[in-house]
């Protein structure tokens, strides 16, 4: 090239450019794949055992690369690291060593199609207070000579207050919460407060002037101020580094909390110290944290690693020596130095990794050793016992309920929606009763299930757990369990420290191993059947798995695993289970059929010792002790409740759940022109309901209303058993059709009403059983009644919460009676007949 210099150097420039372009290229593409794999969909997630779930993704969507940190959004307080990805699922594990707290809740997030993972941004815990001290906050001048008086966008607070100067103005519009702003009219001594500043003040009479709160200087703690709504005030300390958390002040909603709402003044701090408010008024934080779920070991530095061997090998003090050695030889191949990629293998990182290596090395070591495990189990016990006894009015009742959902402030808004009815529990720690209602809570819950065979979807294709053969496409998945055989023996179970892999049948001779970040080919050959059982030997460059199909499970594959160069040699065995979700269980192959469940049935509780003002705002005051324990049952979609009044017992807390949250069915609401077609109609059985529209001022319309809440919600839970056995369920507002209530009230005009008012007046507030039509489907004859009417309760009688559960118990028995009924009404005509005259 030197030789030819006029077209040379254009060259070696031209290669310079198209090799700088291409690896340019390159590493953007790289940069495109990693950002795509710390962030993708998923469409289902299962509970696997008590720390671990699977979380599958839709075919060709990303994985979590193995030992990432992730959250799902839909359930964003809890943090899990991926075990193992691959075949479409990932095994996202824990870090607590209790259950995770989710309860039946991840099983059912695949209702609504699932939703989104992303890599570990940090979350938030609540905390009563500010992390804004009161020197931080200072008040400077929107305009010193005008007022914001009628500007728009901007909300007057509390009554004009008049009397007082300027400082006594700022003082109590700090005071005030969610107050932002005064105007202060100095001739007047006349003071506005405002929810924000406004943008242009324009008001200059009577020595006007406008002022506004903001944060003092960066360097006292305070970052940011700014108006936010809630869901993008958290995304935005996410994205701050410095930033620690958010305070603001007043109340922001449960729904709020959950959707783009109304924004508020919201402060950022680069601190994490919570101060109580001053003066009054009410603030609120949220602290970032890494992971703020409980952890059925204790807090503190004496509790974590190196202090506490178990908790370097990610155990509780409970383990046994099998989980011991297992967990140690799990970590210890991921965390070996000799594990880390060439482009991770930075200084830093070998120093981290060596010091992780010698911390699970050292903790093994002394666990090894009975007696230095015993005094390490006394000293942890002694200290644990310390630990509890300081949180014993705090302490949760299901720290170890895995059927149970913990709910807390920060958590309950987002959880609420994901069901169409939460039976739950609010409990004092300390409480008698409230542990006996937590047995049959867990009674209720593992007997009564989310729901999913009321759900209504019918798969596509039938299962194939059971088939005894392996074929292409094939994928299993399950555990390896090292330098023992017990995984090969019919029925055996999977246990902590086990390896997570998966399978996947590439061909009749040949199968993919995914395990521990590693995808390792293998041959596959399967012997000719024994009798009814195949035999099948998938072989490696290093080791060779021998199993056979479970005789008691179907679906599961177990053997042994022995080194090439020693076949006959077992030294490991593994289980491996059939995963047919894709084929039979994706929830978009369903037909929905209608009137059938969208929504799952789930169970949860909230500890009114650990977060007494949370309970206070929900109506269980944890300083009123003779209210608990109290379980509801919450129906999120129709904003309401009912409370369970019966004994701590299993069997009735299982009775209250199961009616409570039937699926409901129509009740028909009823008009003139509806009766007037119904009368010239064959001859039909109704259950009415009379209602009206009151006034505020009427206490008869306060009854009327609070039997609304309750008679509504169990008509409509019952309607389709009594419709079942020939009874039509309705409603009739009295207000709007008169004319019909008179009709179905005392209809012979013959006597009296409830209320002692004359025959004949619109009756309101009760249920009555109407027969209506004629026997030909002809008009009714002149004058005469064009129903049969009969009341079935006096209103008056059902004052009061115990009245109304008296009413639900009634309706639900006829309900039940119908039900068993029906059977012999579907036989013939005047078998019916005579069943509606029992009912």
């Known amino acids: 090239l030197g030789q030819t210099p006029s077209w040379g150097m254009p060259l070696c420039l031209c290669i310079v450019v198209l090799y700088s372009v291409l690896l340019r290229a390159a590493v953007g593409e790289q940069s495109a794949d990693e950002a795509q794999a710390s962030a993708g969909p998923y469409v289902a997630v299962e509970r696997m055992d008590m720390r671990r779930i699977l979380m599958r993704v839709p075919e060709n969507a990303p994985l979590p690369p193995a030992d990432e940190e992730v959250m799902l959004d839909q359930i964003e307080q809890w943090k899990w690291r991926v075990e193992m990805a691959a075949a479409g699922a990932a095994v996202l594990v824990t870090s607590s060593q209790c259950p995770h707290g989710l309860g039946l809740l991840p099983s059912t997030l695949a209702w609504k199609g699932g939703g989104h993972w992303r890599k570990w941004p940090g979350t938030f815990e609540y905390s ?12 400077s001048a929107i305009h010193e000579s005008q007022a914001c008086q009628g500007a728009s966008g901007i909300k007057i607070l509390g009554e004009e207050m008049k009397g007082t100067d300027l400082e006594g103005c700022q003082k109590k519009c700090g005071e005030t919460a969610g107050c932002e702003a005064v105007d202060y009219y100095k001739k007047t001594q006349w003071c506005i407060m405002y929810d924000r500043p406004c943008l242009a003040p324009d008001k200059s009479h009577d020595g006007a002037s406008s002022w506004k709160l903001q944060l003092g200087p960066e360097g006292e703690g305070a970052l940011h101020a700014d108006f936010f709504t809630f869901l993008d005030a958290k995304r935005y300390c996410q994205e701050l580094d410095a930033c620690r958390g958010f305070s603001y002040s007043g109340t922001w909603s449960d729904q709020d909390r959950i959707a783009p709402g109304v924004p508020r003044k919201v402060y950022f701090a680069r601190g994490s110290t919570v101060m109580p408010a001053k003066g009054g008024q009410k603030w609120y934080s949220y602290l970032t944290k890494d992971n703020p779920r409980a952890n059925c070991n204790p807090e503190g530095a004496q509790f974590d690693c190196p202090a506490n061997p178990y908790a370097c090998l990610g155990l509780s003090i409970d383990a046994d020596e099998h989980a011991i050695k297992q967990a140690y030889r799990a970590l210890g191949k991921q965390l070996h130095p000799d594990k880390l990629k060439k482009a991770q293998r930075t200084k830093e990182a070998v120093k981290q990794a060596e010091e992780a290596f010698r911390d699970i090395s050292e903790s093994h070591e002394a666990l090894r050793d009975p007696g230095k495990r015993r005094q390490i189990d ?7 016992k310390q630990w509890e006894e300081q949180r014993a009015s705090v302490q949760d009742l299901y720290i170890k309920e895995p059927l149970v959902t913990s709910l807390e402030p920060e958590s309950y808004p987002g959880l609420i929606p994901h069901a169409q009815e939460w039976l739950v529990h609010f409990f004092l720690p300390q409480n008698d009763d409230c542990k006996q209602t937590k047995i049959a809570m867990a009674r209720a819950a593992a007997d009564l299930g989310t729901g999913e065979a009321e759900r209504g979807i019918a798969a596509a294709g039938g299962a194939s757990a059971g088939r005894r053969t392996l074929s292409e496409g094939d994928i299993f998945r399950g555990v390896i369990r090292e330098k023992s055989l017990a995984l090969r023996t019919d029925g055996a179970g999977i246990a902590e420290g086990d390896t997570h892999i998966a399978l996947l049948v590439l061909s009749t001779s040949k199968v993919k191993l995914f395990i521990l970040g590693e995808e390792l080919e293998m041959t596959l050959s399967v012997d000719q059947p024994q009798g009814n059982e195949h035999r099948l030997s998938m072989e490696g460059k290093e080791r060779v798995f021998n199993g ?10 177990r053997g042994t695993i022995a080194e090439v160069s020693r076949r006959d040699h077992d030294v490991s065995s593994f289980a491996l289970k059939r995963d047919d979700w894709w084929r039979d269980h994706h929830f978009s192959n369903g037909t929905l059929i209608p009137g059938m469940r969208t929504k799952p049935r789930l169970y949860g509780a909230v500890n009114c010792g650990r977060f007494p003002d949370f309970c206070k705002r929900k109506g269980a005051d944890p300083s009123v002790p003779k209210r608990f324990p109290q379980v509801r049952m919450l129906f999120p979609d129709e904003v309401r409740f009912e409370i369970y009044r019966g004994r701590p017992l299993g069997r009735e807390v299982f009775a209250f759940a199961r009616e409570a949250s039937r699926a409901p069915g129509e009740v028909q609401a009823l008009n003139s022109t509806d009766l007037q077609t119904m009368q010239t109609a064959l001859p039909s059985l109704w259950l009415l309901y009379l209602q009206r529209e009151g006034s505020s001022s009427s206490k008869s319309s306060s009854l009327d209303c609070q039997l609304c809440r309750s008679v509504l919600p169990v008509l409509r839970r019952t309607a389709p058993r009594l419709r079942a056995a020939g009874l039509q369920i309705g409603s009739v507002n009295c207000t709007a059709h ?19 008012l004359p025959a004949g007046t619109p009756e309101w507030g009760t249920l009555r059983l109407v027969e209506v039509g004629s026997p030909g489907g002809d008009p009714p004859a002149p004058g005469g009644p064009p129903v049969r009417s009969f009341a079935l309760w006096d209103q008056q009688l059902l004052v009061g919460d115990a009245g109304q559960s008296v009413l639900i118990s009634a309706v639900e028995a006829a309900a039940s009676m119908a039900e068993l009924m029906l059977p012999r009404t579907a036989e013939n005509i005047a078998q019916r007949s005579s069943a509606k005259a029992e009912l």
Request: aromatic share 8%.
């Open 378 to 384: 006394q000293k942890l016990r002694q200290l644990r």
């Open 548 to 557: 056979r199909f479970d005789r008691t499970q179907p679906g599961w594959l």
């Open 128 to 139: 009563t207070g500010s992390l804004i001290s009161g020197s931080r906050l200072k008040w």
């Open 738 to 756: 008169a004319s019909a209530c008179r009709s179905f009230t005392n209809a012979d005009g013959t006597e009296d009403d409830a209320d002692g």
